[in-house]
T-cell receptor, first 115, second 116 residues
């Protein structure tokens, strides 16, 4: 089962709201990722977690706050967003470790609209 | 720094025709290479990947890709396109080696339109 599940699929939030995007995988992968994708553009890496620790932050504004509660879950907490943050947010996962496969699997994404 | 170029922003083919989508990369060594497809409003689905070995790789949905080291290319092909293949296609590269999280670099994508 190569599945990454993201909720919610659609989210509309005001600029003063606090909301969260959630991601779950049960493939035993120990790397998890958040990507942001604007229309007609490729995904852009935001964060990488390796063994539940934040390993890469691609200079993302602090209004985006990632959290990895355990090896299966990844959250993205949103606060005081701007309209330009409206995009498709993609979660992904991949195995880690010597001899592991090297493929990143993506979820269906969460469409975020900031009003 | 690694980079990926997909020269064709938009390609239109007739249903049943053959397809080739181009991908060129720039990297110091041979990276890991991937093709993903994204249907409208959907996430990314892996079509195929190349790490080493046979330079012609088979993927899902009847797609294949050929790695050519001399041309730094990894072009995607399909002998007969179906209407359901209409989507955005992304080529991506990642540094070789295991043990660390993959950092994918994506090309800008190629939008495929299929005519009936």
């Amino acid at each position: 089962d190569t599945e990454v599940t993201q909720t919610p699929k659609h989210l509309v939030m005001g600029m003063t709201n606090k909301k969260s995007l959630k991601c779950e995988q049960h493939m035993g992968h120990r790397a998890m990722y958040w990507y942001k994708q604007k229309a007609k553009k490729p995904p852009e890496l935001m964060f990488v977690y390796s063994y539940e620790k934040l390993s890469i932050n691609e200079s993302v504004p602090s209004r985006f706050s990632p959290e990895c509660p355990n090896s299966s879950l990844l959250n993205l907490h949103l606060h005081a967003l701007q309209p330009e943050d409206s995009a498709l947010y993609l979660c992904a996962s991949s195995p880690l470790g010597r001899g592991a496969g090297n493929t990143i699997y993506f979820g269906e994404g969460s469409w975020l609209t900031v009003v | 720094a690694q980079s990926v170029t997909q020269p064709d922003i938009h390609i239109t083919v007739s249903e049943g025709a053959s397809l080739e989508l181009r991908c060129n990369y720039s990297y110091g060594a041979t990276p890991y290479l991937f093709w993903y497809v994204q249907s409208p409003g959907q996430g990314l689905q892996l079509l195929l990947k190349y790490f080493s070995g046979d330079t012609l790789v088979q993927g899902i949905k009847g797609f294949e890709a050929e790695f050519k080291r001399s041309q730094s290319s990894f072009n995607l092909r399909k002998p007969s396109v179906h209407w359901s293949d209409a989507a955005e296609y992304f080529c991506a590269v990642a540094p070789p080696g295991t043990g660390s999280a993959r950092q994918l670099t994506f090309g800008s994508g190629t939008q495929l339109t299929v005519l009936p």
